[in-house]
């Protein structure tokens, strides 16, 4: 008796530009798009305070405009009075 190793599916819904990036991603056009997720590179670090300052040299710093806004933005935008309306 010949037994076949059955894998599990899943049906999941994707929006039209998710729809074009992954045909788009085909390397031929019988390629799979769960064969086009596998090949998929996806960044395997967490989202961690260790992740985040090992990120710093690697992320565009900004000027001292966009700090001067950042900081007026911070002390003028309050809470609301009543947080539930």
């Known amino acids: 008796m010949m037994h076949r190793a059955c894998m599990a599916k899943k049906t999941i819904s994707i929006d039209m530009e998710a ?27 967490g989202k ?22 950042l900081e007026l933005a911070q002390h003028t935008d309050l809470p609301p009075d009543n947080p539930w309306k």
């Open 48 to 69: 961690t305070c260790g992740a985040l300052v090992a990120a710093l040299p690697r992320m565009d710093t900004v000027d001292d405009e966009v700090l001067e806004i």
């Open 19 to 45: 729809y074009r990036r992954l045909s788009a991603a085909r390397k031929e056009a019988n390629e799979s798009f769960f064969q086009v997720i596998k090949r998929a590179v996806w960044r395997e670090e």
